[in-house]
């Protein structure tokens, strides 16, 4: 199957500061999904990226289908953003990276 | 955007007992759907993909007879942890595409004591 490889494993932030996430994947894929999974388990679907940039409020994400690879940036972070950040990809099933956790502190 | 509502979202069971687990689409049909399951600090994995009207499809390493998975209409998938034990004590989490990807609900979280 698929691999995938997020890093960094942890990050901690301070109020304000911006971030970038980094996922790694081993073949050609069909779709990209970043997540961010809540403290009590939900997992919210942030983009859907296979190819190309796309933004959102603070978070925006790209996605570099030749080079394997996509990032997720969290511009002015919020304490609201602690989390685990999950990168997806579908070749012929959806394989997860083993996440980022987020920590941001006041 | 779509909606997958799970439940129930925490249930406890004596070692023995068989839980079910409820998966419904709320606003799209949804021909396949898919459960996962999740250790704690761990990613997830897919357990098993839920075909509308036919059998499901295990992963590999996955019990059919013990996580047996119901989908009987395009809105609702069903997992059965059969005789359920300690060690099935996990967080489950099913999911649907939609046109805009993958959306999973909100989880359940089995413990067995």
């Known amino acids: 199957g698929i691999q995938v490889e997020q890093s960094p494993p942890d990050l901690i932030l301070q109020e304000g500061a911006n971030s970038t996430l980094r996922c790694n994947f081993s073949?050609?894929?069909?779709?990209l999904q970043w997540f961010h999974q809540n403290p009590w388990g939900q997992l919210i679907n942030l983009f859907y990226i296979p190819s190309g940039t796309k933004q959102n409020g603070r978070l925006s994400a790209t996605t570099v289908a030749t080079e394997r690879y996509s990032l997720l940036y969290i511009s002015s972070s919020q304490t609201t953003d602690s989390g685990v950040y999950f990168c997806?990809?579908?070749?012929?099933?959806?394989?997860f990276g083993a996440g980022t956790t987020v920590t941001v502190r006041a | 955007g779509a909606v997958v509502s799970q439940h129930p979202s925490r249930v406890i069971c004596k070692s023995g007992t068989s839980v079910k687990i409820e998966c419904r689409s709320l606003?799209?049909?949804?021909?396949?759907m898919f459960w996962y399951r999740q250790f704690p600090k761990q990613s997830l994995m897919l357990m098993a993909t839920?075909?509308?009207?036919?059998?499901?499809?295990?992963e590999q390493g996955v019990e059919k007879d013990k996580f047996l998975i119901n989908h009987a209409s395009l809105t609702l998938s069903t997992l059965t942890v059969t005789s359920a034990h300690p060690e099935d004590s996990s967080f489950y989490i099913c999911?649907?595409?939609?046109?805009?990807?993958?959306?999973f609900g909100s989880g359940t979280r089995l413990t067995v004591v």
């Open positions: 999911s649907a595409w939609d046109l805009y990807g993958y959306t």
């Open positions: 073949d050609s894929v069909n779709n």
């Open positions: 606003d799209f049909q949804a021909t396949t």
């Open positions: 997806a990809v579908e070749g012929y099933k959806l394989s």
């Open positions: 839920s075909n509308e009207g036919s059998k499901a499809t295990y």
